[in-house]
């Protein structure tokens, strides 16, 4: 027990600082402070959902953000009020305005939908590695986000959806659900299917040397990543209420892929750090446009920090290894072995 703890210090001490900024935030600070902070916590739990498949798989997964676009229409869609419904979708099929599910059970039904919809689309995609992998995902976006947008019977079509006015995700649910994600993503690492997944990222070959089926590897990371997807979408959507399917396109994942590679794609630690970073960069640079009445800045200045990064420390802040506070003494016998030798 008390190994747990010294080996995975770092984790704790995210969580604890979370939590504790989250009650100071709730008891003493702005509503405005209690909105970036909430806003922060479900961003940490979509980009903790990113980086499970792509800084574990090496392949850059552009589809994610559909799969966070369905699990927020599906679990807004079950979760709206019928005559809300009727009245703000009336294009919607019937049997859709119909259903009206209590908001944890609208989560779970938006997450069973993506991570179905993930399963059947997504096999043959596992199949391909490097350039073809990613080019592969970046088309499925499209594909993903047309259908979204053009489904007027589901989602409005390119009309707002709006679910109301009364918030459901508040502070202590996105804080809960960032620190239960954020430990859940960490440990997801060590596992036998995140260590065979991080090994088909160091060296394929030598993967499937070992007899691990890789296909079937990406393929059940895969789908957890759309869950952990269909989460965050479903938080956001019971937060900010009105969207479309260009909220969740282009601009968000710009975002929250700025995260990953300037905190570090192989690590939980950076990407922790860089929603962190990028949070505060981008709401204070956002205060900026507003005084300035200009906009774009906010992109600009993350796509400049994102090359800078990409030149000079391609393996983000954090490198490639978690973070310790307290030196494992298997660390030392390794390195003294390893110098023997060499």
Not at 108 to 118: H, N, T
Not at 122 to 128: A, K, V, Y
Not at 160 to 181: D, E, Q, R, Y
Request: hydrophobic share 55%; charged share 10%; with cysteine.
């Amino acid at each position: 027990m008390v190994k747990l703890w010294k080996n995975n210090a770092v984790l704790w001490l995210f969580c604890a600082g979370i939590i504790l900024f989250g009650i100071f935030t709730n008891f003493f600070l702005s509503p405005l402070m209690n909105d970036i902070f909430t806003n922060g916590c479900i961003t940490l739990v979509m980009v903790l959902g990113l980086q499970l498949f792509m800084g574990n798989s090496g392949i850059l997964n552009w589809s994610y953000m559909g799969f966070v676009a369905i699990g927020a229409f599906i679990s807004g869609i079950c979760s709206m009020p019928v005559n809300l419904k009727e009245q703000a979708l009336p294009a919607m099929y019937p049997f859709l305005q119909q259903i009206n599910l209590p908001f944890p059970v609208a989560v779970l039904v938006g997450i069973a939908v993506a991570v179905l919809f993930a399963g059947i689309i997504s096999w043959p995609l596992m199949r391909l590695s490097d350039s073809a992998g990613v080019i592969t995902q970046f088309a499925l976006l499209i594909v993903m986000n047309v259908i979204l947008l053009q489904w007027e019977q589901v989602t409005n079509g390119p009309r707002t959806f709006t679910m109301g006015a009364m918030k459901t995700t508040n502070l202590w649910i996105a804080m809960f659900a960032g620190i239960a994600v954020l430990i859940f993503v960490y440990f997801f690492r060590e596992t036998t299917l995140g260590l065979k997944l991080r090994a088909s990222r160091e060296d394929r070959y030598a993967t499937l040397a070992c007899g691990i089926n890789i296909v079937a590897v990406r393929y059940q990371s895969f789908l957890i990543s759309a869950g952990l997807g269909a989460l965050s979408g479903s938080l956001w959507s019971h937060y900010i209420l009105s969207f479309t399917a260009k909220t969740f396109y282009m601009t968000e994942f710009f975002m929250i892929l700025a995260m990953i590679i300037i905190g570090g794609s192989k690590t939980v630690t950076g990407v922790v750090s860089g929603c962190i970073i990028v949070t505060i960069v981008r709401k204070s640079l956002q205060q900026v446009e507003i005084g300035l009445q200009m906009t774009g800045m906010t992109e600009i200045t993350l796509a400049i920090v994102m090359i800078v990064f990409l030149i000079w420390r391609p393996n983000g802040i954090f490198g490639v290894k978690e973070p310790q506070i307290f030196n494992n003494p298997s660390d030392f016998k390794i390195k003294e072995q390893y110098e023997k030798t060499n």
